[in-house]
């Protein structure tokens, strides 16, 4: 698979991510579901914490992932929700932390929400991933 960045403007470079990216010679697509701060039994953790949240749903990214067998470096585009946008953005560091060794920046979009599906829960990540 080869990724071309396509950035007409480099302010999002600071933010972490492409504008777009041109993807060739794919074989294969995962579309992953949201991924949040629930166990393996579907129960939501960290109540009122967005830094845990944010860690546990990445976790969780990276375990669909892996089952598909591909790893964030495969990641081509990420949604992302949050009930504060402010906060989530405090905690982005953890996304640079995680992408940035798998050194993509996969074009992404942060939404703001009233809430999530599970009370409770503040940040939501669904990403599309190519091999």
Known sequence: MKRTPVNPWDWSLKLG???????????????????????????????????????LALDNLEAVLTEAGMGLGNVTRLGIFA??????????????????????APPMTLLGVTRLAIPGLMFEIEATAMA
């Open 17 to 55: 991510y492409n504008q777009g990216e041109v993807i060739q010679a794919a074989t294969r697509q995962l579309v992953c579901a949201g991924q949040t701060a629930v166990d393996g039994n579907g129960a939501p953790q960290h109540p009122d914490d967005m830094r845990g949240q944010v860690a």
């Open 83 to 104: 009930t504060d946008v402010d906060a989530a953005l405090q905690n982005f560091d953890l996304l640079g932390q995680r992408f940035g060794p798998a050194g993509v």
